[in-house]
């Protein structure tokens, strides 16, 4: 049995502040999908409106690094989440009324203590504010006050056996509410996290963001937010949790293997195939700022990995 201590988690100060994939042409059009949304506009966000979450008239909120938070109607109106459409400023739209309650979240697989969390199990986690970047690998970018509990707290109730050494995370498969599914990608949504990456203290799991519940584009009723990683493995309205000994196969991976990785830390110095990921686009803001080396939290997650001269852990 692997014993979590909240001594081996990172310390607080280093967040504080803060199907075999279908035919050539369906893995085309998930490589291009991601790009094709990319390219186009955000909204064009200023201020936020008083009274609008994130209003605050005497105080400008930054990140540790002093950029500004991302206007809520940017974080709320602005989204990738394929399930619904893959049209970004739509997703809101599409997803308003998306119902979330009874909602459970099952972890299983190579634990001692499986169990199966309803929202009122979750409540058990005390939740905290945490200040993250976001940077997508379509090369935006979003600082986002996230609200939730680390990750290592919820696997540490279910005992990860020594076998265990990553994690495989799938997001809910709701073809009545979710009309994107009839694209032809390789749902569900999975992701993976290696089992130390899960344990870091950085890894969250989100219930909310700017101090209210998580709204259905955002991942409602719980996601994930990884945020030296690309925006991709962070993925939304979780409902199963394994743990296990293999690498799991992740949706991107599949859809687009030549373009999608499993690590996907952000590195300026590593293009994805088809664009640079040295500069990224601000939302909210009119101007593109320098990416930086695993968006910023080099320092704390950096000797998670050795040789980072290998170009594998980026893509
Ligand atoms: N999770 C699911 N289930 N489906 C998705 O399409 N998109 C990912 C990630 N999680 C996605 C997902 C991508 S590419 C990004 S950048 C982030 O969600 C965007 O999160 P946001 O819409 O809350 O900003």
Redesign the pocket.
């Known amino acids: 049995m692997v014993k979590i201590n909240s001594s081996e988690i990172t310390p607080e100060h280093v967040y504080l502040s803060r199907r075999r994939f279908m035919t050539g042409a369906a893995k085309l059009l998930a490589g291009t999908a ?1 790009f094709a949304a990319c390219g186009r506009r955000g909204p064009s966000v200023e201020a936020p409106e008083p009274g609008e979450p994130g209003a605050t008239p005497t105080e400008v909120r930054t990140d540790e690094l002093g950029n500004m938070l991302t206007p809520y109607r940017s ?1 709320a109106g ?6 619904f459409t893959l049209e970004q400023d739509r ?1 809101a739209e599409v997803a308003m009324g998306f119902v979330t309650s009874p909602w459970t979240v099952e972890v299983g697989g190579l634990v001692d203590k499986p169990k199966t969390f309803d929202l009122d199990d979750l409540q058990q986690f005390d939740v905290e504010e945490r200040i993250y970047r ?1 940077r ?3 090369a935006w970018s ?1 600082v ?1 006050p996230w609200m939730g509990f680390p990750l290592w707290r919820l696997l540490r109730e279910v005992e990860p056996t020594s076998q265990a050494r990553y994690v495989r995370f799938e ?1 809910v498969l709701d073809e009545l509410q979710m009309p994107g599914l009839r694209e032809p990608f390789p749902w569900p ?1 999975v ?1 993976g996290l290696r089992l130390d990456e899960a344990l870091h203290d950085l890894t969250l799991l989100v219930t909310g963001v700017y101090g209210r519940r998580l709204p259905p ?3 409602a009723p719980i ?1 994930l937010a990884v945020p030296w990683k ?8 979780i409902v199963r949790i394994d743990l296990v000994a293999d690498r799991p196969k992740t ?1 991107w991976e599949t859809a687009g293997p030549r373009e999608y990785g499993f690590w996907a830390n952000v590195n300026p110095e590593v293009p994805h195939p088809r664009w640079s990921q040295a500069t990224e686009r601000v939302i909210g803001e009119n101007r593109r700022k320098e990416t930086l080396f695993f968006n910023g939290y080099a320092d704390a997650v950096a000797d998670l990995y050795d040789d980072l001269s290998s170009e594998h852990w980026y893509r």
Request: glycine share 6%; hydrophobic share 35%; net charge neutral.
């Open positions: 991601l974080v602005f989204n990738n989440y394929y399930e997703v976001m997508c690998v379509e979003m986002i997001t949504y992701e584009q955002n991942g996601r690309y925006g991709l493995k962070s993925l939304k309205s949706f």
